[in-house]
């Protein structure tokens, strides 16, 4: 598994798999997340559609978001085609 962390607006997919620090004490994942871009509210992560719960990614680019840190999960890569 690689852990990439966020630093750019394009590097988040729908689908993704997240580690985000600044909700809880502790990091939480979210896995499935849906990238919403609007030209009025920015980009938006919706981490969990039960709840409402989402950031907006340009205000934690910017460092002015509750959100203290966000990680990408990037599955383990296949070296040789069997996973080894």
């Known amino acids: 598994m690689k852990i990439e962390k ?7 997919q729908d689908g993704d798999t997240l580690i985000v620090e ?3 004490a ?3 994942v979210f896995k499935n997340v849906t990238v919403k871009r609007s030209e009025t509210d920015g980009t938006e992560i ?6 409402n719960i989402y950031f ?4 934690y680019l910017k460092g ?4 203290q840190d966000v990680y990408i999960i990037y599955p383990q890569e296949e070296r040789d085609g069997k996973g080894n």
């Open 6 to 12: 966020v630093v750019n607006r394009n590097q988040i």
């Open 56 to 59: 907006n990614l340009d205000m």
């Open 46 to 51: 919706i981490l969990k559609k039960k709840g």
């Open 22 to 24: 600044g909700f809880e």
């Open 64 to 67: 002015t978001s509750y959100i």
């Open 26 to 28: 502790e990091p939480i």
